[in-house]
């Protein structure tokens, strides 16, 4: 069955909760590891050369977390890469789609910040 645009815009409302939410207990969680490969496989499927990199950094990232470690100078320069890369994937969306990658883009960066500053808040972000 093929994928609609709704189903993709879930995943990605779907990431950006996840990423809103305590990175350390989402990683205790087996849900987790589903979320990354609906990810990958979302971006495969898109058969996009630009998407290269994301899958690289998310098939890493879901390796790392399935390891059971959780070693934040790994995690927080993937999600800043993945962040960046997001943002700039957005163009490449159509319709309701676009803001919603933008918004994971910014999920992601705000993720990674999130992980070098713990006492940090989004109003106190570089």
Same mark, same amino acid.
Do not use: C
């Given at each position: 069955? /093929?994928?609609? /645009?709704?189903?993709?815009?879930?995943?990605?409302? %779907?990431?950006?909760?996840? !990423? #809103? &939410?305590? !990175? %350390? /207990? @989402?990683?205790? $969680?087996? %849900?987790?590891?589903?979320?990354l490969?609906?990810?990958?496989e979302?971006?495969? *499927?898109?058969?996009n050369?630009?998407?290269?990199?994301?899958?690289?950094?998310l098939? @890493? +990232?879901?390796a790392?977390? &399935? %390891?059971?470690?959780?070693?934040?100078?790994?995690?927080?320069p993937? !999600?800043?890469?993945? &962040? *960046?890369? *997001?943002t700039?994937?957005?163009s490449?969306? @159509?319709g309701?789609?676009?803001? $919603?990658? *933008?918004? +994971? #883009?910014?999920?992601?960066?705000?993720?990674a910040?999130?992980? $070098?500053?713990? #006492?940090?808040t989004?109003?106190?972000? /570089?």
């Amino acid at each position: 069955m /093929e994928k609609t /645009e709704v189903q993709n815009q879930v995943h990605l409302d %779907s990431a950006v909760h996840l !990423l #809103g &939410g305590n !990175l %350390s /207990e @989402e990683a205790d $969680r087996s %849900s987790l590891d589903n979320h990354l490969q609906q990810w990958i496989e979302d971006l495969k *499927t898109a058969n996009n050369p630009s998407f290269h990199q994301l899958v690289v950094d998310l098939q @890493e +990232l879901k390796a790392h977390f &399935g %390891s059971g470690s959780y070693d934040v100078d790994i995690i927080a320069p993937l !999600l800043a890469r993945m &962040g *960046t890369n *997001t943002t700039q994937a957005a163009s490449f969306a @159509e319709g309701n789609t676009a803001p $919603r990658v *933008t918004k +994971l #883009g910014e999920a992601l960066t705000a993720a990674a910040h999130q992980l $070098r500053h713990p #006492g940090a808040t989004a109003d106190t972000a /570089e």
